[in-house]
């Protein structure tokens, strides 16, 4: 198969840091689309990855799959993309496409585990998928999104990942007028959260730590405010709330929260705390209160974001950087200091 060199940033080893590398992309296949990275999102898992803390990487490693470009090359049997049109790429890059989950728009879910965009295997090279801190991205267009030229685009990119990850279980769990919706914690995925929810119809309360953040809560869309380490404000919400969405990726007390839904409410994590969160039976049993999960969504109800956030002008709130801010921004993201997407202007790749 043919490739072609390109610049990315990654690194070689757990503790040293993101720098210039060389890598290789395959040449276009009939399917493939090639993209022109303008913008790439930084996600806590980036960060994770490069540094080995989920114990899976392989390096050399180029992460990011937050990734917004300009089509620049298509394979003779693509059918919906055409050189100049912009494009987007999110979590993955493949699946098994055969399987249940694979055939109904599921591909997050794929029995053989989804090609992820970064440090999974490559089928096409071989040894591993490298990611959206680079010049440029091949990909099958099944797996590239449509990107509408109505918003930033340095704004979409966090769609690609934070953006689905807070709207999918909102879509799934039907989330709309007439519902009171929580939202747990204001970060990358909280202040999506709180931007998709309000969007969608529903009366939006925000739960925080951080009594300095509730205006900017408002500023986003929300329509009250809880310190959620007031014990007196949050007993006045108690059994108020049709769904939370709890987007914190620390530990915390889930109990607390389970005990805001009303009977048949459900609570879904989206944040990722390293350790195990202990749960009270009876905050489940006594309002038939559900607990669940969620993470990214396919690639049909990807497109189906981007295009509500296209309708319904929606970005996220970013920093611009350039490649080499990439390590201090890392250790920003540690302290929180960032409201509330570090986006890569990929133009600084040289």
Known sequence: ?????????GTEAAEAPLQTLDIKRRTVLAHDVEIEILYCG?????????????????????????????????GDHVKHFKVGDLAGVGCMVDSCRECEHCKNDLEQFCDEGSILTFNSPDK????????????????????????????????????????????????????GPGQKVGIVGIGGLGHMGIKLAKAMGAHVVVFTTSLSKTEDAKRL???????????????????????????????????SYLNLLKVDGTLTLVGAPMEPLPVTSFSLLLGRRSFAGSAIGGIAETQEMLDFCAEHNITADIEIIGVNDVNNAYERLLKGDIKYRFVIDMASLK
């Open 1 to 9: 198969m043919e490739t072609k060199n390109i610049k990315a940033f």
């Open 221 to 255: 869309g929300a329509d009250e405010v809880v310190l959620s380490t007031d014990p007196e404000q949050m007993a006045k919400y108690a059994k108020t709330l049709n769904f939370i969405l709890d987007c914190v990726s620390a530990e915390h007390n889930i109990d």
């Open 42 to 74: 930084i996600c806590h898992s980036d960060l994770h990855s490069a540094r080995n803390e989920w114990h899976g990487t392989v390096y050399p490693i180029v992460p990011g799959h937050e990734i917004v470009g300009r089509v620049t090359k298509v």
């Open 124 to 175: 096409h090279l071989g040894g591993q998928t490298f990611g959206g801190y680079s010049q440029s991205i091949t990909v099958d267009e099944n797996y590239v999104l449509h990107i509408s030229d109505k918003l930033d685009l340095a704004g979409v990119a966090p769609l690609l990942c934070a953006g689905i990850t807070t709207y999918s279980p909102l879509k799934h769990w039907k989330v």
